[in-house]
């Protein structure tokens, strides 16, 4: 019988696996670019993309501090993500909506390399790589990062901007009910609500 596996071999595994979903990540982040109507959200993918070119070199740190080779093998779960994210770039949304959309696919993909790396940085840990620990806990720092920024454009405006997109009168007119323009509004409304039984 072959020996056992050790916490060591799972660690390569996982590393191994790390690298190709940032390799494919590579791939997927322009298409993200692309699809985004929001310049600051265009540009955020943008620069994510510049930065896991980053995390794929230090990854080829991780494996030579631990001489071992470099060499990925292929990540089904982020295959799987990217996936929904393509069938989404595929739906006929309006511009806001379609930012949003793509914010969230962003993000499950953050999330995933999150718990990679969060796996991986403890393991180091654990078998007292120190050096790989290291690296490993930049990138998941830059993830959380590229998650935080992803969470503050969708709550600073692309979310509330999507929400408002299907709904064109009444919502629009609701901030002009003050002062002034009260009265016309008021009257606008009535004539609507008129119109509607
Ligand atoms: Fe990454």
Known sequence: ????????????????DTYDAEKQ??????????????P??????????????RQIARLEQVFESL??????????????????????????????????????SGQRAEHYEMAAYGTLVAWATAMGHTDAARLLQETLDEE???????????????NQAAAGAGQPDEEEDEPAAVGAGAK???????????ARR
């Open 1 to 16: 019988m072959a020996e056992a596996g050790t916490l060591h071999d799972a660690f390569i595994d996982e590393l191994r």
């Open 25 to 38: 990540l590579t791939k997927a982040l322009p298409k993200l670019a692309k699809a985004a109507s929001d």
């Open 40 to 53: 600051t959200l265009r540009q955020a993918f943008e620069s994510h993309l510049e930065e896991t070119r």
């Open 67 to 104: 001489d071992e080779k470099v060499r990925g093998k292929h990540c089904d779960g982020i295959a799987g993500i990217i996936e929904e994210g393509k069938a989404v770039m595929e739906e006929d949304f309006d511009e806001t909506t379609m930012d949003a959309c793509l914010i969230a």
């Open 144 to 158: 959380k990062a590229a998650d935080e920024k992803l969470s503050s454009l969708a709550e600073g405006g692309i």
């Open 184 to 194: 016309k509004t008021a009257a606008a409304k009535a004539k609507k609500a008129g």
